[in-house]
């Protein structure tokens, strides 16, 4: 039986599916897999960060700009995207409240309902999103992993928001892994190495020493050029003479060829301590490995939720 699959990326802003992970999802969009990038704000109380775009006309109109970059990035990935319909918090400074009825401020039964529905809908067997740090310690995407993780575990219990549709239970759970220590050095390493200034110094005295574990590396270095012109089809966002769009792209594809995760939950066994019943190996170097054949209905399953296996 050959499965349909379905992988859903869940983020805070427009621009956020561009810079974490974007490889993967055109790897998977491009080989068949079904992609849906979930964005949980319109991004309205972000920065521009392009000095190209720091013109008249930009910033009052940055909101419906966003949402056209976004449009544009989806089409160069080649997956879809739905906005969860949440408003942008900013980055509030020291002491400073966060704006009434923004995203990091809304209800989390209320928002994680809402995610509910498009996991039943869109039916992923697996999810992505970042840790329980946000990835960085901006208040809408530490809400966005507390969201996503409630919906994971509900999205599958039929007693819970009833209104959202037909139960679904999601096989496995990753947080993103990306730009970390390890890749920052390494890239440094290799580029000081080859006579280049790397330029990413200041970056790793930054950095703490300790760091999501990884449990799963995809290559994807084909991809990245599409992740690139995703990226920069977020223009207010990216400035494409500064930051992260600088490196050595060829440096980066020969020592680090992959883009990260760490698996958070699984419903499909990857080591000992996993009760399910497909024994997967780590590290592993695809997000469906034990998903590509289906699963036995496990006792954990019960009468909640069929697992996700069509």
Not at 44 to 65: F, H, Q, T
Not at 151 to 176: I, N, T, V
Not at 221 to 240: G, K, N, S, V
């Amino acid at each position: 039986m050959r499965l349909n699959l379905r992988l859903m990326s869940v983020h805070a802003h427009p621009d956020d599916e561009s810079s974490k992970g974007a490889a993967t999802l055109a790897k998977y969009a491009a080989e068949g897999v079904e992609v849906l990038v979930v964005t949980c704000t319109g991004g309205e109380r972000g920065d521009v960060l392009n000095p190209a775009m720091d013109r008249p006309g930009v910033r009052e109109n940055l909101a419906a700009i966003r949402r056209d970059e976004m449009a544009e990035a989806r089409r160069i990935l080649g997956v879809r995207q739905r906005f969860l319909g949440f408003v942008d918090s900013g980055l509030p400074g020291p002491g400073e409240p966060l704006p009434e009825g923004c995203f990091a401020l809304a209800p989390l039964e209320e928002a994680a309902g809402r995610l509910v529905g498009l996991i039943r809908s869109f039916r992923p067997h697996v999810v992505i999103t970042y840790d329980e740090t946000g990835g960085y310690p901006h208040p809408d995407h530490i809400r966005t992993h507390q969201v996503t993780v409630a919906a994971f575990d509900a999205a599958g219990e039929a007693g819970r928001h009833p209104e959202a549709g037909a139960p679904w239970r999601p096989l496995k759970l990753y947080y993103q892994g990306g730009l970390s220590r390890p890749w920052f050095q390494a890239l440094h390493d290799a580029m000081t190495a080859r006579g280049m200034d790397s330029g990413m110094r200041e970056v790793l005295a930054e950095l703490p020493e300790a760091g999501l574990e990884i449990t799963t590396r995809v290559p994807c270095a084909e991809y990245f050029a599409t992740r690139d012109r995703a990226l920069l089809a977020h223009a207010t966002q990216i400035d494409p003479n500064a930051g992260f769009m600088v490196h050595d792209r060829d440096v980066e594809r020969e020592v680090w060829p992959t883009e990260d995760y760490h698996l958070a939950r699984s419903h499909v066994a990857v080591d000992a301590d996993v009760d399910a019943d497909i024994d997967v190996a780590t590290p592993e170097d695809d997000l469906f490995a034990g998903v590509r054949r289906p699963p036995r209905p496990t006792a954990a399953a019960g009468a909640a939720a069929s697992p996700g296996c069509g």
